[in-house]
């Protein structure tokens, strides 16, 4: 199993671009989130699918749109960027549920300028 | 309305010592669970143990426990003979009753002395 998987790992925007951030995994979990991880802040969730063709906002979705559309798959859109949006981000992967823990894929750096 | 306090934002422990990171939540669900994670500076996130809201006994896993006291709504993690791979961030977590937010606490630096 390769877990949850990020692409790319490093990546330099401008303002005003857009760009998508990839996650996968294959162990066959309904529930998948994005995190972003900003220093002295903890991981905040933006968006997070229960399954395929259902998505639901975090804590912090402004700037950000998602889809789910296989089990698998769960993509991350930065429509128009801001340097406000520079940070790490992380996908993670769960069997539904309040008492599973969540697998993180590696992460992309994001810097916008 | 912030879930996860984690007080400590950085500690020190001597190797072989033992260390607990102190976390406390605030929450209204009938039922929840609690993580830690352990981020080295490698980056990645480790899931290091978990605890049910309704579980009588303490989670143990290895070198890790956890101090669960519902009363008072903290779930400190004790490390027991600290290594010096356990210099890392570690973070305090709640998965709600939905199962679908999950809060991260600002996380504790620790940094284990040889």
């Known amino acids: 199993n390769a877990g949850v998987t990020q692409t790319p790992k490093f990546q330099v925007l401008k303002t005003g671009q857009s760009m998508t951030l990839q996650c996968a995994q294959d162990?066959?979990?309904?529930?998948m989130s994005w995190y972003r991880q900003d220093p002295g802040m903890g991981l905040r969730l933006i968006h997070y699918?229960?399954?395929?063709?259902?998505?639901d906002q975090g804590e912090v979705p402004n700037g950000y749109n998602v889809s789910r559309s296989t089990t698998e798959d769960f993509p991350l859109r930065l429509l128009s960027a801001a340097p406000s949006q520079t940070s790490v981000y992380f996908c993670?992967?769960?069997?539904?549920?309040?008492?599973?823990?969540?697998?993180f894929g590696p992460g992309t750096r994001l810097t916008v300028t | 309305a912030q879930k996860i306090t984690q007080t400590q934002p950085g500690m020190f422990v001597q190797e072989k010592e033992a260390v607990t990171l102190d976390c406390t939540y605030d929450t209204s669900d009938p039922s929840y669970g609690l993580f830690w994670y352990k981020q080295p500076s490698s980056g990645e996130m480790i899931f290091l143990i978990y605890q049910g809201s309704y579980d009588q006994q303490n989670a143990t896993e290895g070198r890790y426990s956890l101090n669960f006291q519902k009363a008072r709504k903290s779930a400190n993690l004790v490390i027991s003979a600290s290594q010096l791979g356990d210099s890392a961030m570690y973070f305090c977590a709640m998965r709600d009753h939905t199962g679908n937010q999950f809060y991260f606490g600002t996380g504790t630096s620790l940094t284990v002395i040889p």
């Open positions: 993670a992967s769960s069997f539904s549920g309040e008492n599973y823990e969540q697998y």
């Open positions: 162990m066959n979990h309904e529930y």
């Open positions: 699918s229960v399954g395929a063709g259902i998505t």
